[in-house]
Protein backbone atom coordinates (compact mmCIF):
# COMPACT_ATOMS: atom_id res chain seq x y z
CA UNK A 1 0.00 0.00 0.00
CA UNK A 2 1.26 3.34 -0.43
CA UNK A 3 2.00 6.03 1.42
CA UNK A 4 -0.40 8.28 0.09
CA UNK A 5 -3.11 5.87 0.56
CA UNK A 6 -1.76 5.32 4.27
CA UNK A 7 -2.57 8.89 5.04
CA UNK A 8 -5.76 8.99 3.53
CA UNK A 9 -7.22 6.19 5.73
CA UNK A 10 -5.28 7.43 8.60
CA UNK A 11 -7.07 10.90 7.65
CA UNK A 12 -10.28 9.32 7.37
CA UNK A 13 -10.44 7.00 10.21
CA UNK A 14 -9.18 10.11 12.29
CA UNK A 15 -12.10 12.22 11.02
CA UNK A 16 -14.71 9.47 11.70
CA UNK A 17 -13.90 8.26 15.51
CA UNK A 18 -11.15 10.93 16.90
CA UNK A 19 -11.79 14.49 15.65
CA UNK A 20 -15.11 14.66 13.06
CA UNK A 21 -14.07 18.37 12.26
CA UNK A 22 -11.07 17.09 10.75
CA UNK A 23 -10.62 17.03 6.81
CA UNK A 24 -10.64 13.88 5.40
CA UNK A 25 -11.72 11.93 1.96
CA UNK A 26 -15.11 10.86 2.05
CA UNK A 27 -14.08 7.56 0.37
CA UNK A 28 -12.06 6.49 3.61
CA UNK A 29 -14.10 7.76 5.72
CA UNK A 30 -16.37 5.14 7.88
CA UNK A 31 -19.64 5.64 8.26
CA UNK A 32 -22.42 4.38 11.02
CA UNK A 33 -25.59 3.10 9.55
CA UNK A 34 -28.14 1.75 11.76
CA UNK A 35 -32.41 1.26 12.31
CA UNK A 36 -34.00 4.50 13.54
CA UNK A 37 -37.36 4.26 13.49
CA UNK A 38 -37.64 8.33 14.69
CA UNK A 39 -36.05 9.05 11.91
CA UNK A 40 -37.51 6.56 9.23
CA UNK A 41 -33.81 4.81 8.55
CA UNK A 42 -33.57 1.47 7.94
CA UNK A 43 -29.88 -0.77 6.83
CA UNK A 44 -31.93 -2.50 4.74
CA UNK A 45 -32.57 0.96 2.58
CA UNK A 46 -28.52 1.55 2.39
CA UNK A 47 -27.90 -2.08 1.66
CA UNK A 48 -30.57 -2.15 -1.67
CA UNK A 49 -29.25 1.88 -2.21
CA UNK A 50 -25.31 0.00 -2.47
CA UNK A 51 -27.24 -2.98 -4.55
CA UNK A 52 -28.56 -0.69 -6.70
CA UNK A 53 -25.36 0.83 -7.30
CA UNK A 54 -22.65 -1.78 -7.40
CA UNK A 55 -21.40 -4.06 -10.39
CA UNK A 56 -20.69 -7.62 -8.14
CA UNK A 57 -21.78 -8.05 -4.94
CA UNK A 58 -20.79 -10.21 -2.24
CA UNK A 59 -23.01 -11.19 1.30
CA UNK A 60 -22.19 -13.39 4.31
CA UNK A 61 -24.56 -13.64 7.18
CA UNK A 62 -25.11 -16.67 9.76
CA UNK A 63 -29.20 -16.62 8.41
CA UNK A 64 -31.54 -16.33 5.91
CA UNK A 65 -35.15 -15.48 6.30
CA UNK A 66 -37.99 -14.63 3.84
CA UNK A 67 -38.64 -11.39 6.43
CA UNK A 68 -35.53 -11.03 5.30
CA UNK A 69 -34.98 -11.77 1.49
CA UNK A 70 -38.77 -10.13 0.38
CA UNK A 71 -38.22 -6.59 1.06
CA UNK A 72 -35.18 -7.13 -1.57
CA UNK A 73 -36.41 -9.62 -3.99
CA UNK A 74 -37.77 -6.60 -6.29
CA UNK A 75 -34.04 -5.19 -6.33
CA UNK A 76 -32.38 -8.36 -6.65
CA UNK A 77 -33.64 -9.26 -9.92
CA UNK A 78 -33.75 -5.96 -11.48
CA UNK A 79 -29.68 -7.10 -10.79
CA UNK A 80 -30.47 -10.40 -12.01
CA UNK A 81 -31.71 -8.66 -15.29
CA UNK A 82 -28.83 -6.46 -15.46
CA UNK A 83 -26.68 -9.25 -15.19
CA UNK A 84 -25.05 -8.07 -11.99
CA UNK A 85 -23.46 -11.01 -10.29
CA UNK A 86 -23.86 -11.89 -6.86
CA UNK A 87 -22.65 -14.70 -4.16
CA UNK A 88 -24.17 -15.40 -1.09
CA UNK A 89 -22.44 -17.30 1.89
CA UNK A 90 -24.97 -18.31 4.30
CA UNK A 91 -24.75 -21.44 7.08
CA UNK A 92 -26.82 -23.76 8.77
CA UNK A 93 -26.25 -22.39 12.09
CA UNK A 94 -28.79 -23.46 14.64
CA UNK A 95 -30.81 -24.17 11.71
CA UNK A 96 -32.16 -21.00 11.53
CA UNK A 97 -31.95 -20.08 7.40
CA UNK A 98 -35.38 -20.93 6.25
CA UNK A 99 -35.64 -23.06 3.05
CA UNK A 100 -37.83 -21.21 1.16
CA UNK A 101 -35.53 -18.09 1.32
CA UNK A 102 -32.89 -19.88 0.33
CA UNK A 103 -34.81 -21.57 -2.81
CA UNK A 104 -35.95 -17.71 -3.64
CA UNK A 105 -32.00 -16.54 -3.48
CA UNK A 106 -31.55 -20.01 -5.56
CA UNK A 107 -33.77 -19.34 -8.24
CA UNK A 108 -31.95 -15.93 -9.54
CA UNK A 109 -29.60 -16.95 -12.08
CA UNK A 110 -27.07 -14.16 -10.84
CA UNK A 111 -26.34 -15.30 -7.74
CA UNK A 112 -24.28 -17.88 -6.48
CA UNK A 113 -25.41 -19.30 -2.95
CA UNK A 114 -23.70 -21.51 -0.74
CA UNK A 115 -24.12 -22.92 2.48
CA UNK A 116 -21.00 -23.23 5.09
CA UNK A 117 -22.14 -26.64 7.07
CA UNK A 118 -20.66 -26.08 10.92
CA UNK A 119 -21.34 -29.36 12.21
CA UNK A 120 -19.65 -30.95 9.43
CA UNK A 121 -16.65 -28.38 10.37
CA UNK A 122 -17.00 -29.21 13.88
CA UNK A 123 -16.69 -24.95 14.60
CA UNK A 124 -19.49 -22.17 13.93
CA UNK A 125 -19.37 -19.87 11.61
CA UNK A 126 -21.29 -16.48 12.62
CA UNK A 127 -20.05 -13.80 10.03
CA UNK A 128 -22.29 -10.87 9.05
CA UNK A 129 -20.64 -8.61 6.21
CA UNK A 130 -21.88 -6.89 2.82
CA UNK A 131 -19.22 -5.99 -0.45
CA UNK A 132 -20.64 -4.11 -3.03
CA UNK A 133 -17.88 -3.75 -5.89
CA UNK A 134 -17.56 -0.68 -8.34
CA UNK A 135 -15.13 2.43 -8.92
CA UNK A 136 -15.12 2.97 -5.37
CA UNK A 137 -15.67 -0.84 -3.07
CA UNK A 138 -18.02 -0.27 0.00
CA UNK A 139 -17.91 -2.84 2.32
CA UNK A 140 -19.97 -3.34 5.63
CA UNK A 141 -19.64 -5.34 8.85
CA UNK A 142 -22.50 -5.76 10.04
CA UNK A 143 -24.40 -7.13 13.61
CA UNK A 144 -27.23 -8.54 12.02
CA UNK A 145 -28.39 -11.16 9.53
CA UNK A 146 -30.77 -10.95 6.41
CA UNK A 147 -33.74 -11.24 8.13
CA UNK A 148 -36.49 -8.67 8.75
CA UNK A 149 -36.29 -7.65 12.10
CA UNK A 150 -32.61 -6.81 11.72
CA UNK A 151 -32.64 -5.22 8.76
CA UNK A 152 -36.21 -3.08 9.01
CA UNK A 153 -36.59 -2.30 12.70
CA UNK A 154 -34.33 -4.12 15.06
CA UNK A 155 -31.18 -2.48 17.11
CA UNK A 156 -28.76 -3.62 14.27
CA UNK A 157 -25.87 -1.67 12.87
CA UNK A 158 -23.77 -1.49 10.07
CA UNK A 159 -19.94 -0.09 9.43
CA UNK A 160 -19.50 1.40 6.32
CA UNK A 161 -16.44 1.31 5.02
CA UNK A 162 -15.42 2.89 1.47
CA UNK A 163 -12.24 2.97 -0.58
CA UNK A 164 -10.23 -0.17 -2.51
CA UNK A 165 -7.23 -0.27 -0.75
CA UNK A 166 -8.74 -0.97 2.66
CA UNK A 167 -8.91 -4.22 2.72
Same mark, same amino acid.
Do not use: W
Given at each position: ??????????? !????? +??????????????? *????????????????? #? $????? &? $???????????????????????? $?E? !??K????????????????? &?????L???????? #? =??????? *????? +?????? =???????????? +???????? #? *???????????
Amino acid at each position: MNANVINELKS !GLSAA +YINGSSAANLAYKPA *FVSNNPEEGKKVISSVE #D $ELLRC &E $EFQISVAFITMGGVTPLLQTLKEL $EEK !GVKGQILTTNYLNFSEPRAL &EKLNGLKNITLKMY #D =VEAAGNG *FHTKG +YIFKKE =VISRYCSTGFLQ +YFAVSCGV #D *FLLLYKGNALF
